[in-house]
């Protein structure tokens, strides 16, 4: 089992910046099993989707609407990925979910709410 905990969510005025984390705890087993970790959004009344994600190798996939505004990130040491926000727009309000993919298990956070004021 994996345990997902987002932080750093909240309110911000267009143009401005998050950064949102998200911290992996389990067994080293556990965690040593994971595969990928990354970062999903659901507004109100849409499906969820992705944000960005982030491979063991270190290789990223961005939604094309993140490239160029949001880097996801990670932390070995500490088992937490990062995802910084830069030029939030309101569009961008949602529920931020954080992901963690083994070879046949997924895992979810809590989510983190990150709105955007116009």
């Known amino acids: 089992q994996v345990q997902l905990v987002e932080s750093g969510g909240g309110l911000v005025q267009a143009g401005g910046s998050l950064r949102l984390s998200c911290a992996a705890s389990?067994?080293?087993?556990?965690?040593?099993?994971?595969?990928?970790m990354g970062w999903y959004r659901q507004a109100p009344g849409k499906p969820r989707e992705l944000v960005a994600v982030?491979?063991?190798?270190?290789?990223?996939n961005y939604a094309d609407y993140a490239k160029g505004r949001f880097t996801i990130s990670r932390d070995n040491a500490k088992n937490t990925v990062y995802l910084r926000m830069n030029s939030l727009k309101p569009e961008d309000t949602a529920v931020y979910y954080c992901?963690?993919?083994?070879?046949?298990?997924?895992?979810w956070g809590q989510g983190t709410q990150v709105t955007v004021s116009s």
């Open positions: 992901n963690s993919r083994t070879m046949s298990l997924t895992y």
């Open positions: 389990g067994s080293i087993l556990s965690i040593n099993a994971i595969n990928a």
């Open positions: 982030i491979i063991r190798g270190g290789s990223t």
